[in-house]
């Protein structure tokens, strides 16, 4: 039986250590009340003692998944189905300033007497987040300037090749009209076998281009959906945050594997969320800041992976032009993006549509046909 000086100091060594842990360390009761903290607590999140303890954890949580906890609290000890209990994962806290900061959260479960209680390790990975960040704006710069200088070496090269047979009808055609005008019209026949061919040639530099811009068309894998869509809502954050925008992620719970092009469905995705992000600052977030990345199966089988904005959605005399290339609501844009989107969507066997909903903002939203028995839908 050990002696009580032994046990206090065993307690005082205890709490020694979680004061001195680099991570917050968290505990609280079965309905979200917190009931003690660790000395990092107070420095990650900025708040006096008296101020945290007794209060509810949703405190420390930013919108949406302030709201959306006592649910999850809830339904976990009704039905013991956890989403992050056991389990680490990535997510957003708030600090007593109200600046929203990305951390490393894991969540366990402590039975004591007949007592639920869980614990919450949190470590904050600000630091780490900027680097991931300023790394991939260093690959996004050298990957823009490669994207340049292929497309002007294309555009020299297509300019001088299509040059030569739009020059050879112009002449002909000026022919043409010298030989009308002559009363020669013994050559006109010839006049317009030059023309079909020079056109015809034109034509086949356009389809080198675009055999150019379909390579990669086969580098398609099969990937989980879960994977392929969190690493998008990664590469996201940074953005949303620099827009203080928030990104909602609402995925199906099932295990549902695509065969894709990762790298083109990522852009298309990203493509969506930058512009629904772009109509909710045009407005000045009138309808809030909030923009959804859902996915979720159709009663026909295939999968619907949805952007969902607050923004002032798409007027009549935008819908007639949405997905026609070179046509921008944009100031400075070349209107290309839902164009392609929607090529790339249809080339992989899916539908890219639109509507706008009555609360505000539009729903931008693609099909694809989902993997079974090794085989995809499509």
């Known amino acids: 039986r050990a002696c009580l000086p032994c046990l206090d100091k065993k307690i005082h060594l205890t709490r020694a250590s979680l004061d001195n842990a680099v991570e917050a360390i968290i505990t609280i009761d079965s309905i979200g009340t917190i009931e003690t903290v660790n000395h990092a607590t107070y420095k990650m999140f900025g708040y006096a003692t008296q101020e945290i303890i007794g209060q509810n954890v949703r405190m420390l949580m930013p919108e949406p998944f302030k709201s959306e906890h006592d649910h999850y609290l809830s339904r976990y000890l009704t039905t013991d189905s956890p989403k992050i209990i056991g389990t680490g994962r990535e997510a957003l806290a708030v600090r007593q300033t109200g600046e929203i900061f990305p951390i490393h959260l894991s969540v366990s479960e402590v039975h004591d007497q007949g007592k639920r209680s869980f614990v919450g390790l949190i470590r904050d990975i600000t630091t780490q987040r900027l680097a991931e960040q300023q790394s991939r704006e260093h690959r996004d710069e050298l990957a823009h300037a490669d994207r340049l200088n292929m497309l002007g070496e294309m555009a020299s090269g297509i300019a001088h090749e299509i040059n030569q047979p739009l020059t050879a009808i112009s002449l002909f055609a000026q022919a043409g009209k010298r030989f009308l005008e002559s009363g020669k019209h013994d050559r006109i026949p010839d006049i317009f076998d030059q023309l079909s061919q020079h056109a015809l040639r034109a034509g086949a530099v356009v389809e080198s281009m675009q055999n150019f811009a379909r390579r990669g068309e086969n580098q398609r894998e099969a990937t989980q959906c879960s994977r392929l869509i969190n690493k998008i809502v ?64 159709r009663e026909d089988g295939d999968l619907e992976v949805a952007v969902i904005d607050s923004g002032s959605g798409v007027s009549e005399d935008e819908k007639s032009t949405l997905f026609t290339p070179f046509s921008s609501t944009k100031e400075k844009g070349m209107g290309m993006g839902l164009s392609i989107c929607r090529e790339i969507i249809t080339a992989h066997g899916g539908h890219l549509m639109f509507k706008n909903l009555e609360s505000g903002g539009a729903k931008f939203y693609f099909t694809l046909p989902i993997e079974r028995n090794g085989a995809s839908n499509g």
């Open 234 to 297: 990664d590469f996201a954050e940074s953005e949303a945050r620099m827009r203080d925008v928030i990104v909602s992620l609402d995925e199906i719970e099932q295990s549902v594997t695509i065969v894709v092009d990762v790298v083109q469905i990522q852009q298309v995705v990203l493509n969506l969320l930058r512009n629904g992000m772009e109509a909710m600052q045009s407005v000045n977030f009138v309808n809030g800041n909030l923009i959804k990345l859902q996915t979720t199966l």
